[in-house]
């Protein structure tokens, strides 16, 4: 964070169950490499997890076991800035007052209300649908140039900018105007039983999400049991959703391009290509197991880590919050 030329880059993961290789391919590992380019701010989103019911004790398991899985996939508490969303309390904040900049029919619109809702029809509250503006809210406090995203979250920038060029039309050069960008190595990780949906922790087909911390036999055996086709032909193409997902994968592992993983498969068959994805996802997981094994056996050091991280957020956060609130109005 001591660079104050570089630009600042911001994101933020939930800690709703243990992470999945979609998460590390599509996100944390690109986490891990813009720490050299920005100055990065690294936050984990326990607020937005309780728009759906969780069980006390077992978040706060999740919450310790997801910060320290993200350390151990090389986030460098020297270079980058990572905390615990709730505890800043200028998130809660600035999402109310964002919440009252916000359009019904803007919120009404997004994508993932009303894939939520679906999935919990039974509990479709005001916080599920009222997210995006915290999720603004995360963004803007730090005044962040770049927002990492998936394709499939480039939706949220959007009603991000939306909502801080409206209050900027109104109070002036309050908020910096933030862009989503896809890193160059992300990966769209698909579930390995049905490749036409993203890897999700909450596959009810077990064999359809690789975790994190699975162990090595776990890892291969889920590879092995991939979805592919009938053609036992390693390439890239329409229709073949199994294998383009296990390129995919291995390509972003190895960095090798599709090409030259055709050329290497050529006259091989599809049980010898799942084999060798699955030993680069074992050997790429396996130092960050064994690294969160130390961490997660240390809570002391998680706490110190975090704790440092939550104060200097909370400063950086409130000059927006403070600039927010005397715009406004408000007595401070």
């Known amino acids: 964070m001591e660079n104050e030329k570089k630009q600042i880059a911001f994101s933020a993961i939930q800690p709703s169950g243990t992470i999945t290789l979609g998460n590390y391919l599509g996100a944390i590992r690109n986490w891990v490499t813009m720490q050299n380019e920005y100055n ?23 919450i310790l076991d997801a910060y320290a899985s993200i350390l151990a996939c090389g986030i460098d508490t020297e270079k980058s800035l990572f905390f615990i969303q709730s505890h800043v309390h200028t998130h809660a904040e600035m999402a109310w007052v964002l919440d009252c900049y916000t359009q019904f029919g803007e919120l009404s619109r997004m994508t993932q209300f009303k894939d939520k809702s679906a999935k ?37 920038i959007e009603i991000t900018r939306d909502i801080a060029t409206r209050f900027n039309g109104l109070y002036g050069n309050v908020f910096k105007i933030p862009e989503g ?33 699975d162990s090595p036999e776990a890892i291969m055996r889920k590879f092995k049991r991939a979805i592919t ?19 995919g994968i291995y390509s972003t592992i190895t960095g090798l391009s599709f090409e030259q993983i055709e050329h290497d498969f050529e006259g091989k068959g599809y049980g010898d290509f799942k084999t060798a994805v699955g030993e680069a996802v074992v050997e790429e997981l396996r130092p960050i197991r064994e ?21 200097i957020a909370l400063k950086i956060s409130s000059r927006t919050m403070n600039k927010v609130m005397k715009k406004i109005g408000f007595i401070l």
Do not use: W
């Open 40 to 62: 990065c701010i690294y936050a984990l989103a326990d607020l937005h997890t309780i728009t759906v019911r969780q069980e006390p004790a077992q978040m706060r398991k999740n």
């Open 120 to 156: 919990h029809a039974d509990n479709i509250n005001a916080g599920l649908f009222t997210y995006p503006s915290l999720m603004a809210g995360d963004i803007l406090l730090y005044q962040a140039d770049k927002v990492p995203v998936g394709a499939d979250q480039q939706q949220h």
């Open 181 to 213: 960008f896809i890193p160059k190595n992300g990966a769209r990780v698909m579930s390995l039983q049905d490749p036409t949906k993203k890897m999700s922790k909450s596959d009810e087909n077990v064999n359809g999400c690789v975790h994190l911390l």
């Open 229 to 247: 086709d009938s053609e036992a032909h390693v390439h890239y193409g329409e229709g073949k959703d199994g294998i383009n997902n296990l390129m």
């Open 291 to 311: 690294r969160y094994e130390s961490y997660i056996k240390d809570k002391a050091y998680l706490e110190e880590c975090y704790r440092k991280a939550d104060e």
